[in-house]
C-alpha cells in the first residue's frame, strides 16, 4: 500500500474545499486506497490549526469526525532520528522525520517553498496535483 505523509496544509485544504485535490488525497485514505503515516507531534499540529479561530467556521463535527478518522486509519511511527535538515521553518522537520521513520513513499504539500528538495530520502515530496497525476492513475490502472 503506498504510504504518505501530509503536510498541515493539505489536511486544511481538504477540509475547506470538498472539491479540491487535497479533499481526493483524503478520500482516498479514508477508503483505504492508501495510508497516512502520522506522528504525534503532526496530528497535534493538525488539532492546533484546525481549531484556530479562523477556522471556526468549517463544520466542526465534520472536523473531529476527520481527525478521529485519521487517527484510526493511520500508521503511526516515533521518531527516533532527529531531522534538521529545513531551515525557512524548522517546525517542519517533523513531517520528513514521519518519512524518513514510516518510509513513507510520499509527503504532499502545498507549500513547496518549505521542502525545496525533490525527495528526502525514499520519500518523494510532490504536491497535491502532481501526487493526484502520478499515483491515482498507478492506484486505478
Keep these: ?34 495510508r497516512l503515516c502520522l506522528t504525534e507531534d503532526i496530528f497535534i499540529e493538525y488539532e492546533g490549526v484546525l481549531s484556530r479561530e479562523k477556522f471556526q467556521r468549517l463544520d466542526q463535527d465534520s472536523v473531529k469526525k476527520a481527525l478521529s478518522g485519521l487517527k484510526k486509519m493511520s500508521r503511526w511511527a516515533v521518531p527516533s532520528t532527529p531531522v534538521d535538515v529545513l531551515k525557512i521553518d524548522p517546525d517542519d522537520n517533523k513531517f520528513l522525520q514521519c518519512a524518513s521513520e514510516a518510509k513513507a513513499d510520499y509527503l504532499i504539500t502545498g507549500n513547496k517553498k518549505h521542502f525545496p528538495m525533490a525527495h528526502y530520502g525514499v520519500t518523494k515530496i510532490l504536491s497535491p496535483r502532481d501526487f493526484i497525476y502520478l499515483v491515482v492513475k498507478e492506484i486505478f490502472d
Design 1 to 34: 500500500m503506498i504510504k504518505v505523509v501530509l503536510d498541515t496544509n493539505i489536511v486544511i485544504s481538504a477540509l475547506i474545499k470538498a472539491d479540491s485535490d487535497p479533499a481526493l488525497i483524503l478520500a482516498l485514505i479514508f477508503e483505504g486506497q492508501i
